[in-house]
């Protein structure tokens, strides 16, 4: 079974966090919620959210994905965390899967991972003149080998089935997406 570790930080995007370990965990992924402290996360639009654990004790797991939700200062929270900073560049060292939506995407940026990628995120959330050459997209999801970002709120369904394709397969995403009546 895969794993997945969501790290949330105080004033992290709800909609986003929320929908993406929802639809993990009904592809049947394993998937860990981590606090950047010992607190409750209050997200950005003021839901209370009860991370699984602490990341440091999270940290001592192994995982296939790390996905980070974005919001503000959520993201900001997460770019400026050493330890985020570090298992992102662990995970992406060892061709593992590295994702994130809206803002969170910076933190990629920061770690060196969006030189000559293609990546999007919310828009103004990356500096695109001071990152080496991006191939900025206004796309849902886009996918660069094992990094995956998308847009923001409304593109969080959209973002957690591709993930669920990524780390299963194909009939699975279809399967989990044709349970929540989505109307095309």
């Not at 001592?60 to 298992?87: C, E, S, T, W």
């Not at 662990?90 to 969006?114: E, F, H, N, S, W």
Request: net charge negative.
């Amino acid at each position: 079974m895969a794993s997945v570790l969501v790290p949330l930080a105080q004033g992290c995007e709800e909609l986003e966090a929320v929908t993406i370990t929802d639809l993990l965990t009904r592809a049947g992924i394993k998937v860990v919620t981590a606090g950047l402290d010992k607190q409750p996360v209050i997200a950005s639009r003021g839901m209370r959210l009860i991370p699984d654990m602490d990341l440091d004790q999270a940290l001592q797991q192994d995982y296939d994905m790390l996905v980070l939700p974005g919001g503000l200062p959520g993201a900001d929270h997460l770019n400026d965390d050493g330890r985020i900073q570090a298992l992102v560049r662990r995970m992406a060292t060892a061709d593992k899967y590295v994702a994130a939506i809206c803002a969170a995407p910076k933190v990629l940026a920061t770690a060196g991972l969006l030189d000559n990628r293609r990546a999007t995120s919310f828009p103004g959330a990356l500096n695109q003149s001071t990152i080496s050459g991006l191939d900025y997209r206004q796309e849902a999801v886009v996918v660069d080998h094992r990094l995956v970002t998308s847009r923001g709120p409304g593109t969080a369904m959209d973002f957690a089935l591709k993930l669920i394709e990524l780390l299963t397969t194909k009939a699975k995403r279809d399967e989990v997406e044709s349970q929540l009546q989505r109307v095309q």
